[in-house]
């Protein structure tokens, strides 16, 4: 992916998400001040800042916890993702991961895979599902790229915290999203975890567009893709993070002030 | 950045976890009871030491529609994490429903002889029946009623209350509230409940006397094989992935929500679902204790309910039964042997479960028998964790 | 005409009455002439006061009418036994005489002099039969006699008497009784029942519109019901319709006064609310704790008021009117340790689970409820009022009792403190950091645990000062709390957690809509109405009206 790319406004139509002008506030705090991102088909893009930047409020949005006071919010060109609600947008194909690791803690490893597989959420669907020899297929595989398969029945309560993130991000994988929303996904992680995490998010990426919000800079660094750095609620600097780390606007946030 | 979470499992899906053996054992000991008590009363001699008396049929009776009363909450508690301190409305309502049905079978042998009026309406001079007393003569609509009219409310306020994300301790307030407001209404006589006598001098049930030793043994067969029917159907909500999603919107509301489930709609189901159940305890109560009155709908007997489901075990549906059972056969014997001590007791349980025993009984059990130290970790993480960035 | 006591009671001939009526006259008309004078009349009083004892209804009325233009006070203590059903004839003799009970008989007095004349049993004398008509008369003439009574409180309620008679044969002696009057309470009382009887009977038209002009700025139901009366009745066309505006008048200055008592009623109730509320606000907002006990702390300070009075009244009971006063600090004492115990004791353990700790609270509600039944007993406790706060103030229509408006001074100095204590000292700096970050704080340097308790003994401290002023208003029993507690939660619910304003405009918000709803739904409905409302409002406002928004606040 070029620089180009990043600092360009594309058509709406060619993105897969599109934010224009979304402004959120707290009690007069401005979390978001007309911050305008666009994220195309296939696209790994990490997005930094300093805490308060509104990285999380930003996902928020996107996902429909927070409604925007002001902007547009487009999915895939031509969806209107601020009228919507959060189980609305989900199956639009739009997973998130939190950036504290959140599963299912009284359930069994396999038992979160299985509610997050894609397919009918309804009520009386649920009352009778069963899983099919595919979907158990799938499931093996989501295990395996999560190295959770010796562990598939212990409860996810017990897994050490890299493995929590792991399973969060295998039962994004199994909700077979378009797009991944991923929070700090190295946090709390050893350097060896951070590392294979960094090689999970490459492969995901292959079929998937993904938008990474990361603190740590080696981290995003390994992942080698255009960085959008927010500060108060809307773009500071985009570019690779070479580019970006030079920029002097940049250092001043980080370091300055 | 965000260190290591201390927030452990805590062990109350134990019991969904713990085998098949704990449900059979319930639905056996249930079927079991629904034979043996009615052959005891009424087939054993009286002077036999195994005799049962039919006092004593009716009391454990009683205590099965407690007993399902506490699995409709534990249902929604225990499970979906839907603390509702309203649940002893839908109760009455399924108790007031049959009640009306036995009032409207009273006929003619009132004190006031009136065919149609029951004797409350003749004595606040009402020349005819209001429209909501109509077709309570028919047994099948009074059964109807039972499950639809709690159903319906369960449904209204559910709709309102899940669809705004009321939740937590905001929805127990409500939840009171609405029971709390139930509680007025039906005292007042104008609403053609009876006022604060309630409904009350039943006569028969189908053309059964209700004295009738063989009507209370059937009465006390028929809970416990509904008990069991409950019992069984709640279990098998728990067993497929409804249940997980209901534990997994307890344990991690927005998560289930991320996934694309409306958690909602899963809310709505559970709540109506309970709510049914619980009419349909009242519905049993009823027949067996001869009376329902308003104080039903005192907010304090709701609150009473979550205890019982705490102390037996919350999150496993035969502790509900146990506690139920347990609380109440406590109750009866403080209130005989020394009832100044009664509250005491009780207000004590309270704290000492909620303190020492977040588990119950039955969680206790399973600690026990595991025999290994439970998987507590850090029980007071503080509500600041809401604050985190 | 034979002295008291020895002439038999027989002036029942057709003659007799004429003439006693036009002795009457002429008495009348020498009363209107001159001041009264009683010894002169004296002597006239005891054939008309003989007359009472009349088979004849019609020569009752006449004598009562008669006795009462006579102006003269003695007549009023004859009348008001007769009123009361105590005038009787001693049937030994047919002497009349006042009876009063002592015991088993009763004690017999001479009507005008009073002199005692002996006891009889019971069954010896015939009680004089009075019926509605002549009730009516009774009170209408007693009305006009105590027009001139010395005491001002008497002539004012024979004022108001006097215009319930609607008889215009009491003009004449309330126009001297209201020329002579000096204090204005009582004048503007006589006035108005001069306008009514002049609106009533006086034969010129243009007379009778002044006077049911006269009328129309009472805001009067009493008034009302007279103008409409009049407005219906009278046969001039144009005093009709004067008195139709002028009964429209009333009505809307009656609704304006209406509101007014409305507001006060509604504010009184608020003030209580708030009072209830406002420490279940704090220990919501700042330790997310619900403590279902809330009620009970409230009980526990109304007992301490009880014991406090119990004290005052062994020890000092000339320094009664203080009690209250001493109580108000030692509620707040009192139960601001038993908080501080509770949560040292039982809530710490539960921080974080707040459906936990909403359940171990209400175990310890139903014990200190049955507690304080085991020590106290289960009835009512009588809390006294000081005498400053008992009484009313009276603005013509509206009545406020003072002990509400004390409680409504208090509620506010309480809330103003609070505000103080949390704005402007240190204690108050800390509890607003720990509610907005514990882990914040708690790295600080703030003793969060300390802070804990010292806010969950301030929330119960001020249901503690809540509980002595509502000692005064309500029954002191160990269900006090109860009744209180859900209204306290919805207060909270409603005004929204995190911000005592939000609390404070809960509350009168709740207190103004359940008087204003009363009138029209009655107290019950009006309840079921609001809990109804507020359980709909929450559903568009789920974190209430006042609500912190943002991340901060969701989990």
Not at chain 3, 45 to 69: H, M, N, S
């Amino acid at each position: 992916m070029s620089t180009a790319a990043v600092h360009a406004r594309p058509e709406k139509h060619d993105t897969i998400l599109y934010l224009d002008g979304v402004s959120v506030s707290f009690d007069g705090f401005k979390a978001l001040n007309r911050l305008s991102l666009y994220i195309v088909a296939g696209e790994l893009r990490a997005i930094i800042g300093p805490n308060g930047a509104g990285k999380t409020t930003m996902m928020d949005v996107v996902t429909g916890k927070t409604r925007p006071d002001a902007g547009e919010v487009f999915f895939n060109g031509g969806i209107d993702l601020t009228r919507l609600d959060e189980a609305r947008i989900a199956n639009l194909g739009i997973g998130r991961k939190f950036q504290k690791p959140t599963v299912f803690d009284n359930h069994t490893v396999l038992d979160n895979l299985e509610l997050a597989i894609a397919g009918d959420r309804g009520v009386f669907a649920s009352l009778f599902f069963r899983l099919s020899g595919e979907q158990r297929d799938r499931i093996d595989a989501v295990l395996h790229t999560i190295s959770l398969t010796a562990d598939s029945g212990r409860l996810a309560g017990s897994l050490s915290h890299g493995q929590k993130q792991w399973l969060e991000i295998g039962m994004l994988l199994i909700q077979d999203p378009v797009l991944l929303l991923i929070d700090e996904p190295a946090a709390g992680m050893t350097d060896a975890e951070t590392e294979a995490t960094a090689v999970l998010l490459k492969e995901i990426v292959k079929d998937h567009s993904v938008v990474v919000v990361e603190h740590d800079m080696a981290f995003v660094r390994s992942l080698g893709c255009p960085v959008t750095v927010l500060h108060e609620g809307h773009v500071l600097a985009s570019g690779t993070l070479d580019a970006v780390q030079a920029n002097q606007q940049v250092i001043e946030v980080y370091l300055g002030r | 950045m965000t260190s290591t979470r201390s927030r452990a499992p805590r062990p109350l899906a134990g019991g969904l976890l713990a085998g098949s053996g704990a449900a059979a054992a319930t639905i056996g000991l249930l079927l079991a009871a629904a034979v043996l008590v009615p052959v005891l009363n009424l087939a054993v001699a009286a002077d036999s030491p195994v005799h049962m008396p039919t006092w004593v049929v009716s009391l454990v009776g009683k205590y099965l529609t407690f007993a399902l009363l506490a699995l409709s909450v534990d249902l929604i508690w225990g499970f979906c994490g839907i603390l509702s301190l309203g649940h002893g409305a839908f109760f009455a309502l399924g108790g007031y429903a049959i009640g009306m049905h036995l009032m409207r079978e009273i006929g003619g042998r009132g004190v006031y002889g009136n065919p149609l009026l029951p004797d409350f309406m003749v004595f606040l001079n009402w020349s005819e029946l209001p429209w909501y007393w109509h077709g309570f003569d028919s047994f099948p609509f009074a059964l109807l009623m039972v499950v639809l009219v709690p159903g319906l409310l369960a449904f209204v306020f559910g709709w309102f209350a899940f669809r705004s994300r009321v939740t937590g301790v905001y929805f127990s307030i409500i939840s009171q509230a609405l029971t709390f407001a139930l509680m007025l209404a039906f005292f007042r006589n104008d609403m053609g409940f009876g006022g604060n006598n309630g409904l009350t001098d039943f006569k028969d049930v189908l053309g059964f006397d209700l004295q009738d030793d063989r009507t209370r043994a059937a009465l006390f067969a028929l809970t416990a094989v509904v008990l069991a029917a409950a019992y069984f159907c709640c279990r098998l909500i728990i067993l497929s992935r409804l249940g997980k999603v209901l534990v997994a919107v307890r344990d991690a509301e927005s998560r289930v929500r991320f996934l694309g489930y409306r958690v909602e709609y899963y809310k709505l189901f559970v709540f109506v679902f309970s709510a049914m159940l619980a009419g349909i305890a009242g519905a049993l109560y009823v027949p067996q204790v001869g009376i329902i009155n308003p104080s039903e709908f005192a907010p304090a007997n709701s609150i009473e309910i979550v205890i019982w489901v705490a102390i037996g075990g919350r999150g496993t549906l035969h502790g509900a039964i146990l506690g139920a059972i347990l609380v109440n056969y406590l109750k009866t014997w403080f209130t005989g042997a020394i009832p100044e001590l009664w509250l005491f007791a009780l207000g004590g349980l309270f704290i000492a479960v909620t303190l020492l025993l977040p588990t119950g009984i039955v969680g206790l059990a399973e600690h026990l028998r595991r025999r290994r130290p439970p998987a507590t970790g850090d029980e007071t993480p503080h509500l600041a964790r809401e604050t985190a960035p | 005409m034979a002295s008291v006591g020895t002439a038999p009671v027989s002036p029942r001939g057709p003659l007799v009455r004429p003439l006693v009526v036009a002795v009457l006259c002429l008495l009348l008309a020498l009363l209107v002439v001159r001041p009264v004078g009683a010894q002169e009349a004296a002597a006239d009083l005891d054939p008309l006061v003989r007359q009472l004892a009349d088979r004849d209804f019609a020569a009752k009325i006449t004598a009562v009418e008669a006795l009462g233009a006579t102006g003269d006070t003695r007549a009023v203590p004859v009348l008001d036994a007769m009123l009361t059903g105590r005038l009787a004839v001693r049937s030994a003799d047919g002497r009349l005489v006042i009876t009063e009970s002592r015991g088993s008989v009763l004690l017999l007095t001479d009507p005008l002099s009073g002199a005692e004349v002996g006891e009889a049993d019971k069954s010896a004398v015939d009680f004089i039969a009075v019926n509605n008509r002549l009730r009516g008369v009774l009170r209408g003439t007693l009305g006009g006699l105590t027009l001139l009574s010395p005491d001002a409180g008497r002539r004012r309620e024979a004022a108001d008497a006097v215009f319930r008679t609607r008889d215009s044969a009491l003009l004449p002696l309330l126009e001297r009784a209201a020329a002579r009057e000096h204090d204005a309470g009582v004048k503007s009382r006589m006035d108005r029942a001069l306008a009514a009887l002049r609106a009533l009977a006086a034969p010129d038209p243009a007379q009778r519109i002044a006077a049911v002009t006269a009328l129309r700025n009472l805001a009067d139901p009493e008034v009302r019901s007279l103008l409409a009366t009049i407005a219906a009745a009278d046969t001039d066309a144009n005093v009709r319709e004067a008195a139709a505006t002028a009964q429209r008048h009333v009505e809307q200055r009656l609704a304006l006064w209406g509101v007014l008592g409305n507001v006060f009623q509604g504010v009184s109730l608020g003030s209580v609310l708030l009072l209830a509320a406002v420490g279940l606000a704090i220990t919501f907002g700042v330790m997310g704790v619900i403590n279902m006990a809330h009620g009970e702390m409230v009980m526990l300070g109304a007992y301490t008021t009880y014991v406090v009075q119990d004290l005052f009244r062994t020890y000092a009971p000339g320094a009664f009117d203080f009690s209250v006063l001493v109580a108000i600090p030692s509620a707040f004492l009192v139960t601001a340790l038993i908080g501080i115990l509770i949560e040292r004791s039982i809530i710490r353990f539960l921080y974080g689970r707040p459906l936990e700790t909403l359940l171990a609270t209400w175990g310890l509600s139903l014990v200190l409820q049955q507690a304080v039944r085991s020590i106290f007993g289960p009835s009512n406790r009588e809390v006294g009022n000081p005498s400053w706060m008992s009484g009313a103030l009276d603005l013509g229509v509206l009545t406020l009792t003072y002990n509400r408006i004390w409680i409504i001074v208090f509620s506010i100095a309480v809330f103003a403190a609070l505000m103080l204590l949390i704005r402007a000292s240190g204690f108050g700096l800390q509890m607003r950091a720990v509610t907005q970050n514990r882990r914040m704080a708690a790295a600080m340097g703030i003793r969060t645990g300390r802070v804990d308790a010292l806010t969950f003994g301030l929330g119960s401290g001020i249901a503690g000062m809540a509980g002595v002023a509502l000692s005064q208003i309500d029954n002191v029993s160990p269900n006090l709390g109860q009744s209180y507690i859900i209204d306290s939660f919805m207060v909270v619910v409603f005004g929204g957690v995190g911000n005592l304003w939000g609390t404070l405009v809960g509350a009168l918000t709740l207190g103004l809509a359940n008087k204003f709803l009363e009138p029209y739904a009655g107290a019950v409905l009006a309840k079921i109405l609001i809990l109804v409302a507020i359980i709909l409002f929450i559903q568009k406002r789920p974190r209430g009206l006042f609500a912190l928004r943002g991340r901060a606040v969701e989990t």
